[in-house]
């Protein structure tokens, strides 16, 4: 109870600071959409949404390592819709290189994609048996994403858009579970993650549309982890 002396009165004064605490934290779970608790995020890049092209190729993860580089071509960039590749010579590098036992988990949103060729929206080739990437179309022929994780798994039809993950012999769909499994593989990897094409030599396979947002773990993410990494990269 409060006692008001003559003269006294009660000014309504608004919660500014549990406002902006709130405020703070939704900002802080936004910035941090590649986070999953007990899993290690190698890289992770948001093109999207950010102040310029140089801020756009920061690890998020862990900036100043693996931060993307310059192809000897590269993609053109605007806030709205991150790198936009042309299909034919740009791409980045990120030095980082997957191990082929499928522990490994990727997660990438997408836009304005192809349909008229091969297209490898990020990864690695060594043998078939050997892999690290995904196709957003497998061919045009096939009209089906690809993906590999060591072995592989087409799954059809092929995607323009949208958020496509694996994790371990498993591969997502705008968060869902495609069906099959990725087959399993055999040897050794010893090349890096390019985006916007697949490491192969001579590149291969370059995509003609935008990347908005990327991911690679170090782990096997869970399908619920999956889940909830690629909506809220859908969200971005």
Not at 61 to 79: C, E, R
Request: proline share 3%.
């Amino acid at each position: 109870m409060v006692t008001l002396r003559p003269g006294q009165r009660i000014i309504n004064i608004p919660a500014i600071g549990v406002q902006t605490s709130r405020r703070a934290v939704q900002v802080a779970a936004a910035a941090n959409w590649w986070a999953v608790t007990g899993k290690t995020c190698v890289g992770a890049y948001q093109p999207k949404g950010t102040a310029s092209y140089a801020a756009s190729k920061v690890n998020l993860a862990n900036p100043g390592t693996h931060d993307a580089g310059d192809g000897t071509a590269y993609p053109t960039w605007d806030t709205a819709t991150g790198w936009k590749f042309n299909g034919s010579t740009q791409y980045l590098t990120t030095g980082i290189v997957p191990v082929n036992d499928q522990t490994w988990s990727a997660i990438v949103r997408i836009s304005g994609g192809g349909t008229s060729n091969e297209e490898c929206v990020f990864g690695l080739y060594n043998a078939s048996n050997n892999a690290f990437n995904i196709y957003s179309y497998a061919a045009a022929a096939t009209n089906a994403v690809l993906y590999r994780n060591a072995g592989q798994l087409s799954v059809a039809p092929g995607a323009t858009s949208g958020v496509l993950a694996m994790a371990g012999n498993l591969a997502f769909r705008d968060g869902a579970q495609e069906s099959g499994t990725i087959g399993a593989g055999a040897g050794s990897n010893s090349l890096a993650i390019i985006l916007g094409a697949i490491n192969y030599s001579p590149l291969l396979h370059h995509f003609s549309g935008n990347i908005l947002a990327f991911a690679s773990y170090s782990n096997t993410l869970t399908a619920g982890e999956v889940a909830t990494v690629s909506a809220a990269m859908a969200a971005l």
